[in-house]
């Protein structure tokens, strides 16, 4: 998957939002799911760094936010 890095960052800096209604109720942390996302900014986004805790935040919050279409 070649991740769109502005979209990456506009997610975690414009739509801070969609994050937390994503992690409510999850037992999820905003923080957690926004380290995920800079650490892959600051990589890259090499989504091969992230260890399996990590994949496993990308894959249930940071990709479905990243597929969604926006204005």
Not at 33 to 43: R, S, Y
């Amino acid at each position: 998957m070649e991740l769109d890095l502005r979209q990456l960052r506009k997610l975690i800096s414009v739509h801070k939002d969609e994050i937390e209604q994503a992690v409510a109720g999850t037992g999820y942390l905003t923080r957690t799911v926004i380290g995920v996302a800079t650490f892959l900014l600051d990589n890259e986004g090499d989504l091969d760094l992230l260890s399996a805790k990590q994949r496993a935040t990308f894959d249930r919050f940071i990709a479905p936010l990243l597929q969604r279409p926006r204005p």
